[in-house]
């Protein structure tokens, strides 16, 4: 199946379709909403992130350099990644050194088991977007699971502190939140998970079904790939409360004084 339009005519098509998001914008500066300037900026950036991506992938499709351009792709997911998620963990003293390598662990692992069972060939266009798709999720994942971490333990210091003096390790002081953490920052990747097929069609599956894939093989590729990016998320999140334990506690087993500054 070929591309249905060129980029030229894209365009066109491009600045059509806007007119709704014109309308958003309208009405939100109507109803004095204080959404449309954030909102506007937001589609420029994306926008023109995308733009820039494309760019870059169009070049790289044709370099015999792309092994050597796609590890700095990668290097550079992983640290907007990374610094990104590190925005939730309020006051937390170099909270990139927790959610890093949180990301890495999880969307490597994913994409380590998608390439060893060859549901993504070692080539370019297979591997950019699966890579985007885990990184993005243990990003999402990520940031859930240290956003309600943090509320949890802020607002259970004083029941922390106690089990702390009768004795109880931080380990075992903090093991209930960091269930909760867990659980909460995996709950929408469940519900996109029961609901797939239903309230919506993926994005691998929509790709391949546009590109003519036969409907079944597009179901099967698209449960593959989800499935490995949410076990990828599931090892993110639990990396993300096994490491932020030492940025919690001091080495006497204390909470560390940032959890006390508002």
Not at 63 to 84: A, D, E, K, R, S
Not at 189 to 211: E, H, N, Q, S, Y
């Amino acid at each position: 199946m070929g591309i249905p339009y060129t980029p030229l005519e894209g365009v066109y098509i491009l600045l059509a379709t806007s007119s709704l998001l014109v309308l958003v914008i309208i009405l939100s500066f109507y109803k004095k909403l204080g959404i449309g300037r954030e909102f506007t900026y937001a589609i420029i950036k994306g926008g023109g992130q995308l733009v820039l991506i494309a760019l870059f992938l169009s070049y790289l499709f044709q370099t015999n350099l792309w092994i050597f351009l796609i590890w700095i792709l990668l290097i550079t997911m992983v640290l907007v990644g990374g610094y990104t998620s590190a925005k939730r963990a309020t006051h937390m003293p170099q909270a990139f050194q927790v959610t890093t390598p949180a990301i890495l662990a999880g969307a490597t692992l994913a994409l380590l088991i998608l390439a060893l069972s060859r549901a993504m060939p070692l080539q370019p266009q297979y591997i950019i977007p699966l890579a985007g798709m885990a990184f993005g999720n243990s990003m999402s994942i990520c940031s859930l699971s240290l956003d309600r971490l943090m509320r949890e333990i802020k607002l259970n210091r004083t029941g922390i502190e106690s089990m702390l003096s009768l004795g109880i390790s931080s380990k075992q002081a903090i093991q209930e939140y960091n269930r909760l953490s867990i659980r909460a920052a995996l709950i929408p990747t469940i519900d996109r998970l029961k609901t797939l097929g239903v309230i919506f069609i993926p994005g691998a599956m929509a790709g391949l079904l546009i590109a003519g894939t036969d409907p079944l093989v597009a179901a099967e590729y698209q449960i593959i790939v989800y499935l490995m990016i949410v076990g990828g998320g599931i090892i993110t999140a639990m990396a993300v409360t096994f490491l932020s334990r030492k940025k919690i506690f001091t080495e006497y087993e204390q909470l560390a004084e940032w959890l006390y500054e508002d």
